[in-house]
């Protein structure tokens, strides 16, 4: 997969550079370029935005550099049959694992990061297929936004992960329920043991664990969650117990 950067800050992405992101570019399954929007802007003091029209707070983005830098992040070998051009905006679809998912699907993406009071809408009807907002929350820029997408959508590229089930097994994957308690060496810390059913070596009643806990987990943090999960009658019988403890 090939992801363009289009920022005024192209110095935030050294954060890309570590862990799981910077190890699958540096085999090869990834490939990221942050480009300065800045560098295409025909301004002849560099400037890259101005007050709005119709008055209100905070600075507007220009679209002709937005443009421009579009322009240039979409020639060959961008696949524009497999590609998609993303503004990350607080006013975009939210992200969640599904878009995720999906996104993780094209050859190329293309993440148009605004700042300030956002960007001229000019430059989003021409050049950008669809927003996005990772919470609703206010950032001063979609370069933090456009980190969290990366770092999502690289975890789901073949090889890019060291375990082909961590993806599956984590919270919000396949079944939509978030994830069981982990536990690791040493099997006791500050008296606390871990879960014998997790040391028997029975396969079948781990897994009926872990899914269990998934349940719990969720019923306790995002019950909105197991309105969309497949749950057999049973686990939903077990769910509404819960509920009349």
């Not at 939210?94 to 993440?111: A, G, K, P, W």
């Amino acid at each position: 997969m090939r992801i363009k950067i289009l920022t005024l800050f192209p110095e935030m992405f050294v954060a890309l550079e570590s862990s799981i992101v910077g190890r699958a570019s540096r085999s090869g399954l990834i490939d990221i370029d942050s480009i300065d929007i800045r560098s295409f802007t025909k301004d002849k003091h560099h400037k890259t935005d101005d007050y709005a029209f119709g008055g209100g707070p905070g600075l507007v983005m220009y679209a002709q550099p937005i443009i421009d830098a579009m322009e240039y992040a979409s020639r060959p070998p961008f696949n524009a049959d497999n590609g998609r051009r993303v503004s990350l905006s607080p006013r975009g679809a939210v992200l969640n694992q599904r878009v995720v998912e999906r996104l993780s699907r094209y050859d190329d993406l293309i993440l148009l990061c605004g700042h300030y009071e956002g960007v001229d809408q000019r430059a989003l009807d021409v050049c950008v297929d669809e927003e996005i907002s990772i919470g609703d929350y206010i950032l001063t820029g979609g370069e933090p936004a456009a980190i969290v997408l990366v770092d999502a959508v690289t975890r789901l590229i073949p090889g890019a992960l060291g375990s082909s089930e961590s993806a599956r097994e984590e919270s919000f994957s396949d079944a939509g329920l978030l994830e069981h308690p982990q536990y690791t060496h040493p099997r006791v810390v500050n008296g606390v043991g871990v879960p014998e059913v997790l040391l028997g070596g029975n396969h079948a009643a781990i897994a009926a664990w872990k899914r269990e806990q998934s349940l719990r987990v969720t019923w306790e943090r995002r019950p909105d969650l197991l309105e969309r999960a497949a749950l057999t009658d049973k686990e939903r019988r077990l769910v509404k117990s819960w509920a009349l403890d």
